[in-house]
């Protein structure tokens, strides 16, 4: 019998837990394993708080500030909770010169929130990038990860109107 006493996690929950090790032979250390295990962690929760961070590190024995400059340096971590529909808006060179500063306001003033800001029944987050590499659809944003463009706001009208359809059509 064993008197190692294992720490209880709040997030990495012997599921998350089963999936990292399932990845752990994939890579070469720990350190190569963050991602993936980052990737675990919040798709089974839809974010990362900071204190699934420190878990995180203290389970892969390596400094808590080797994940947080990880989480908090790529957009596709989440530190926050984020709506079902997450909605990048592209601000880069391409898509500012075609309207896309305009188009951010008219998305948040039409979802009635800030930017990164959860809508009260948890469908939208809107958030601004810097790019999202698909310059030719111009003005363009990404919804969960389809890139949608060239968008104006009767497009984004109905972009709106297709997922909230689809979001009652998925709930029992």
Same mark, same amino acid.
């Given at each position: 019998?064993?008197?190692? @006493?294992?720490?209880?996690?709040?997030? !990495?929950?012997?599921?998350?837990? *089963?999936?990292?090790?399932?990845?752990?032979?994939?890579?070469?250390?720990?350190?190569?394993?963050?991602?993936?295990?980052?990737?675990?962690? #919040?798709?089974?929760?839809?974010?990362?708080?900071?204190? *699934?961070?420190?878990?995180?590190?203290?389970?892969?024995?390596?400094?808590?500030?080797?994940?947080?400059? @990880?989480?908090?340096?790529?957009?596709?971590?989440?530190? =926050?909770? @984020?709506?079902?529909?997450?909605?990048?808006?592209?601000?880069?060179?391409?898509?500012?010169?075609?309207?896309?500063?305009?188009?951010?306001?008219? !998305?948040? &003033?039409?979802?009635?929130?800030?930017?990164?800001?959860?809508?009260?029944?948890?469908?939208?987050?809107?958030? =601004?990038? #810097?790019?999202?590499?698909?310059?030719? !659809?111009?003005? @363009?944003? #990404?919804?969960?990860?389809?890139?949608?463009?060239?968008?104006?706001?009767?497009?984004?009208? &109905?972009?709106?109107?297709?997922?909230? *359809?689809? *979001? =009652?059509?998925?709930?029992?």
């Amino acid at each position: 019998m064993s008197s190692r @006493v294992e720490p209880a996690y709040r997030y !990495l929950t012997p599921e998350v837990c *089963a999936r990292i090790e399932a990845l752990r032979p994939r890579y070469p250390d720990r350190r190569a394993l963050l991602m993936p295990a980052l990737w675990a962690i #919040q798709e089974a929760h839809g974010w990362i708080p900071l204190e *699934a961070q420190t878990e995180l590190a203290a389970y892969l024995e390596i400094p808590a500030v080797w994940v947080h400059e @990880v989480v908090s340096f790529y957009n596709m971590y989440h530190e =926050r909770p @984020v709506g079902r529909y997450l909605i990048y808006v592209c601000g880069n060179i391409a898509c500012s010169l075609r309207g896309a500063r305009r188009l951010l306001r008219y !998305l948040l &003033d039409r979802l009635g929130v800030t930017e990164r800001a959860v809508t009260p029944d948890g469908l939208f987050t809107v958030e =601004r990038v #810097q790019c999202i590499g698909a310059c030719e !659809l111009a003005p @363009v944003v #990404q919804v969960n990860g389809e890139f949608i463009g060239p968008v104006d706001e009767a497009r984004l009208d &109905d972009l709106i109107t297709t997922l909230r *359809a689809k *979001a =009652r059509e998925a709930t029992p």
